[in-house]
């Protein structure tokens, strides 16, 4: 199993950039499907962007297309998320998960082990 274990959030203006990290123990880190998922105050948990575990199959929502990406380094066990051009709208806090399914799942549901979570504001 893995545990993940995010970092890189903060407060940031609009128009800003983060890059948020998530170091997940295992040394099966490679054979795990990676996702990014943020949940707002009184919203529901939602899909950010996922990976295959060789990161070769990618999805991102569409309303992050073009501004956030996710890569992976599973030399170094960590995923990444690139993120530019914030708007106040992507403040929310920023969970890591893995999933032992195939692709790049974008379901929370098949997601087996997250992260505690780090928070994003983005200022107007």
């Known amino acids: 199993q893995v545990q993940p274990v995010e970092s890189g959030g903060g407060l940031v203006q609009a128009g800003g950039s983060l890059r948020l990290a998530c170091a997940a123990s295992?040394?099966?880190?490679?054979?795990?499907?990676m996702g990014w998922f943020r949940q707002a105050p009184g919203k529901e948990r939602e899909f950010v962007a996922s990976l295959s575990g060789s990161g070769g199959v990618t999805y991102v929502r569409d309303s992050v297309k073009g501004r956030f990406t996710i890569s992976r380094d599973n030399a170094k066990n960590t995923v990444y998320l690139q993120m530019n051009s914030l708007k106040p709208e992507d403040t929310a806090v920023y969970y890591c998960?893995?999933?032992?399914?195939?692709?790049?799942?974008?379901?929370?549901?098949?997601?087996?082990?997250w992260g505690q979570g780090t928070q994003v504001t983005v200022s107007s």
């Open positions: 295992g040394r099966t880190f490679s054979s795990y499907a």
């Open positions: 998960a893995a999933s032992r399914f195939l692709g790049a799942p974008t379901s929370k549901d098949t997601y087996d082990y």
